[in-house]
């Protein structure tokens, strides 16, 4: 384990943390006025290899030859200018430090971290993190790579779970939750029932490796849930005509899919980061990544159970009474994750791929993010 220190004078900054990887949801900004919780299990952090925050720069202020170095194969609306490898903890996991009050952003019910560093070490005033949690953002404080440093304070070594573990031991993500939302109370509800957050932004970097692996032909997904979450998508962007890709569910614990399969949906190991890689004869099918958390729910649905209309319920049969609400809009990809993984991915360069981008903006993809 670990515990960040201050740049200037070595005073400990954080509790003591284990490194994971980040999650697909870190950059998202949902909803409107909505209450999202923390980012970070307690105890954890992660490194984010791209900038974030100010500076920033306009696209054609950025030369392409740049852009590609820094990993970006197409255009957007401008590039942080700010330093990578932030890192990413809870905000009960921060010690020593106080807020700085005249870098509050330009948020309206919290911080938002626009006005860069907006904590400050409380030996030497060094500006060492942001803090985030303002309305529709994920709760965070990222420490300034260039302000802290880590310090190993476990010098034993503990091995990552194994695929098989996972499989047995991870925690699913519910594909529906209740969002809070600011001004609940007298007025209204304080929260509704939606399509999970995390949901959204696995979905909309699973989408965008779904286009890239599909080459410009139509592709067919799973039944059921996985359907919902990409079938409606994919239909929309690809050309119409039979399928003549297929992905289907891989990982730890499912047969081995056949060696007809193109694409393969598969789950990304919450600690190392590094994707499942299936064995022969399909280890050339295009893998897409998933949180662990939705690839479990999606490869073991759990089951909404009837209620009986007369009678008792039996003794060895589960029930959740009432039954959660659905939300009763289609299922959406959360765009920026979309935009934000799909520009960098090398085939984004193809014409095709450079249309829908540029599409994103109008009306034919509203009502898919």
Not at 82 to 108: H, M, N, Q, S
Not at 137 to 165: C, F, I, K, N, T
Not at 173 to 191: D, L
């Amino acid at each position: 384990m670990f515990v960040f220190v201050c740049a200037r004078c070595d005073a400990e900054l954080t509790v003591p943390l284990s490194q994971v990887s980040l999650p697909a949801h870190a950059r998202q900004s949902y909803g409107n006025g909505v209450q999202l919780p923390v980012l970070m299990e307690s105890g954890t952090f992660a490194v984010d290899p791209d900038p974030w925050g100010g500076p920033w720069r306009m696209w054609d202020e950025i030369d392409p030859g740049e852009a590609e170095a820094r990993g970006i194969y197409a255009p957007v609306y401008a590039l942080s200018d700010g330093a990578p490898g932030a890192i990413v903890i809870a905000p009960g996991d921060i010690r020593g430090t106080r807020l700085i009050p005249e870098k509050r952003g330009g948020a309206c019910c919290g911080l938002d971290g626009a006005d860069g560093p907006n904590m400050a070490c409380e030996a030497c005033d060094l500006p060492v993190a942001t803090r985030v949690d303002d309305c529709s953002l994920w709760q965070a404080v990222r420490l300034s790579s260039y302000a802290v440093r880590r310090v190993l304070v476990d010098g034993v070594h503990v091995a990552p779970l194994s695929w098989a573990e996972l499989a047995e031991k991870g925690e699913n993500t519910p594909p529906f939750e209740p969002i809070a939302t600011w001004g609940g109370g007298r007025f209204g509800p304080s929260h509704y029932w939606s399509w999970s957050p995390q949901w959204e932004a696995a979905a909309g970097q699973a989408l965008a490796h779904l286009l890239a692996a599909s080459k410009g032909q139509p592709v067919k997904v799973p039944n059921g849930l996985t359907s919902d979450m990409f079938q409606r998508a994919l239909d929309a962007l690809l050309p119409a005509g039979p399928p003549t890709r297929r992905a289907v569910l891989a990982g730890p614990g499912r047969p081995s899919p056949d060696a007809g399969v193109d694409i393969l949906l598969v789950p990304v190991h919450p600690q190392t980061g590094q994707t499942w890689t299936p064995a022969s004869p399909v280890a050339s099918a295009y893998p897409v990544p998933l949180p662990l958390g939705v690839w479990l729910w999606l490869a073991s649905p759990q089951p909404y159970l009837p209620v009986p209309a007369s009678g008792g319920i039996p003794q060895d049969v589960l029930r959740d009474d009432p039954l959660p609400p659905r939300p009763n809009y289609p299922f959406r990809t959360d765009r920026g994750t979309f935009q934000h993984t799909l520009v960098r991915l090398p085939a984004v360069r193809s014409v095709w791929m450079r249309t829908i981008l540029k599409n994103l903006t109008q009306d034919m993809s509203a009502d898919l993010f």
